[in-house]
Each structure stands twice: as structure tokens, then as C-alpha cells.
T-cell receptor, first 113, second 110 residues
């Protein structure tokens, strides 16, 4: 299994600013993912964070809005850029060793005013 | 594209009752199916994972079944307790991606 921590756990931000969320895994993992969970909704995959290369984004999500880094096998960041109130969500990082299952972090609760 | 639906969206039961949560998916070509628990404002905790070749999995008071051909899974919770109050999510793993249902919000009343 993998234990995942995220920073910050929550934040309140002003419109137009950017926030970078950090995800740290306690072991080297193959895959890392970023999800968004809007209020009352289920999880939506934003992108797969690839180590040493550009992230793979899902339909509806673009790199300019959600730049992602993954410098090594245990760490990734997601930046929410030029925020608007519609970006208020829980952002979740997950990781996996293969296709079997995913382990989730505690999430980052973001409120944009 | 895989679509995952959970019914009911919300459920409130008195303590001690047995209950069933339902999950349906549109494409039977799955790798496995997983049930998660999410407490308010928290991340996801894995409860049970059923491989595509399996029919059910049990852990304590929880039993999950899978009928891949009909695109259905159920999560059975026996003798419910107030501590079971949470949102329960099912996720279908296609081997390439996880598709999550919208969840069932469960409240167990003492």
C-alpha cells in the first residue's frame, strides 16, 4: 500500500490568483493521478502525472489551467491557475503501483472567493 | 465511455439495520470494481476490491457482490452502526482508468 499526504489541506483564495497543491507518497509508485470533486459530485480525473514528462490530461482539462509537475516517483504538484469561484472543489491526489488499485490522499479543500 | 450510477443518492437508517447500496455500470469490460468510503471533507478509504473474475468479497460486516454481465454491484452492510455514516463510492477500473459513481450518502441514526 501507499500513504499519501497533501499540502495544503485547505485554502481560501481570491479570484485570479493561483494555488499549488503538493502530493507526497511514502514509497515509489508507478502512477500518480489528480482528481477534482466538485460540491455534491463524484470524482473527475484531471490528469495522470507522468514522471519526467508532460502530464496526460483528460478531456475538458488543459495544461495552462492545471499545470502539473512530477519530478520523481514520490512527489507531484498540481497548480490551479487564474482561479474563479467555479474552481472551488476538493482536489485529490492518488497513486498506484500498477492497474490494480489506487491509494488516495486526504484531499485539499479549495474555496475561491 | 464507462458510466457509473449509484442508487440511492442518500439513505437514512436506524442503527442495527442491514442495508444494501447499489452500483451499476454501462460497460462490462472491467478489470475490477472497488468500493470506497469517504468521510466529510476527507479522502477516500478503500473498503473492498472485487476482481472481474470474482462474484463477491467480504470484510467484517461488509459484503460486496459483482455481476459483471448485468453491470451491477452491491455493497451489503450488516448491523449498521452510527460510525458507518459516510458517503460510499463505487469505482470501476477498466485497467486504464477509474470511473467513479456519484456516491450514496449514508446516515445511521443512533
Amino acid at each position: 500500500s501507499a500513504v499519501i499526504s497533501q499540502k495544503p489541506s485547505r485554502d481560501i483564495c481570491q479570484r485570479g490568483t493561483s494555488l499549488t497543491i503538493q502530493c507526497q507518497v511514502d514509497s515509489q509508485v508507478t502512477m500518480m493521478f489528480w482528481y477534482r470533486q466538485q460540491p455534491g459530485q463524484s470524482l473527475t480525473l484531471i490528469a495522470t502525472a507522468n514522471q519526467g514528462s508532460e502530464a496526460t490530461y483528460e478531456s475538458g482539462f488543459v495544461i495552462d489551467k492545471f499545470p502539473i509537475s512530477r519530478p520523481n516517483l514520490t512527489f507531484s504538484t498540481l497548480t490551479v491557475s487564474n482561479m474563479s469561484p467555479e474552481d472551488s472543489s476538493i482536489y485529490l491526489c492518488s497513486s498506484s503501483f500498477g492497474v490494480e488499485t489506487q491509494y488516495f490522499g486526504p484531499g485539499t479543500r479549495l474555496l475561491v472567493l | 465511455k464507462q458510466e457509473v450510477t449509484q442508487i440511492p443518492a442518500a439513505l437514512s437508517v436506524p442503527e442495527g439495520e442491514n442495508l444494501v447500496l447499489n452500483c451499476s455500470f454501462t460497460d462490462s469490460a472491467i478489470y475490477n470494481l472497488q468500493w470506497f468510503r469517504q468521510d466529510p471533507g476527507k479522502g477516500l478509504t478503500s473498503l473492498l476490491l472485487i476482481q472481474s473474475s470474482q462474484r463477491e468479497q467480504t470484510s467484517g460486516r461488509l459484503n460486496a457482490s459483482l455481476d459483471k454481465s448485468s453491470g451491477r454491484s452491491t455493497l451489503y452492510i450488516a448491523a449498521s452502526q452510527p460510525g458507518d455514516s459516510a458517503t460510499y463510492l463505487c469505482a470501476v477500473n477498466t485497467g486504464n482508468q477509474f470511473y467513479f459513481g456519484t456516491g450514496t450518502s449514508l446516515t445511521v441514526i443512533p
